[in-house]
Nanobody
Framework: QVQLVESGGGSVQAGGSLRLVCTAS????????MGWFRQAPGKEREGVAA???????????SYADSVKGRFTISRDNAKNTVYLQLNSLNVDDTAMYYC???????????????????WGQGTQVTVSS
C-alpha cells in the first residue's frame, strides 16, 4: 500500500522556522518527483516546492516565487524521506501542507497538483503575527 506521511507542522510566530518531513512507504520512491503543496481555507491548493531527478542524475529543486529564498526542499533517498525547511515564516504561509509524489513530471508542471498521483494527509502550519 502506497503511503505518504507528513509531520513537523505546528504553530510559530512570524519570522520563525519549521521543518516538514514526508516519509514514503510501499512506493518506488527513489526516482519519483516529490512535491510540497499547501492549501489555506477558501483558497486553491498551490505548489510550494518540488524536487525531481534531472537528466544528469542530480536532484533539481523548483520553488514558487512566494517562497524562494525562504523555503528549501531536500530529500534523503536512503530514508525514503523528503524535507521542507520553512524559514522567515509569515502569516501568509499559514495553511495545510501536503506532500505528493509523481513520476516523470515535466519541468513546467512540477508545481501543478494535477501532475501528482499520490498524496499524504497533510500537516498544519499556523503562523501568528
Amino acid at each position: 500500500q502506497v503511503q505518504l506521511v507528513e509531520s513537523g507542522g505546528g504553530s510559530v510566530q512570524a519570522g520563525g522556522s519549521l521543518r516538514l518531513v514526508c516519509t514514503a512507504s510501499g512506493y518506488t520512491y527513489n526516482r519519483a518527483c516529490m512535491g510540497w503543496f499547501r492549501q489555506a481555507p477558501g483558497k486553491e491548493r498551490e505548489g510550494v516546492a518540488a524536487i525531481c531527478l534531472y537528466s544528469d542524475g542530480t536532484w533539481f529543486p523548483s520553488y514558487a516565487d512566494s517562497v524562494k529564498g525562504r523555503f528549501t526542499i531536500s530529500r534523503d533517498n536512503a530514508k525514503n524521506t523528503v524535507y521542507l525547511q520553512l524559514n522567515s515564516l509569515n502569516v501568509d504561509d499559514t495553511a495545510m501542507y501536503y506532500c505528493a509524489a509523481g513520476a516523470a513530471i515535466p519541468v513546467g508542471r512540477r508545481l501543478e497538483h494535477s501532475a501528482y498521483n499520490t498524496w499524504g494527509q497533510g500537516t498544519q502550519v499556523t503562523v501568528s503575527s
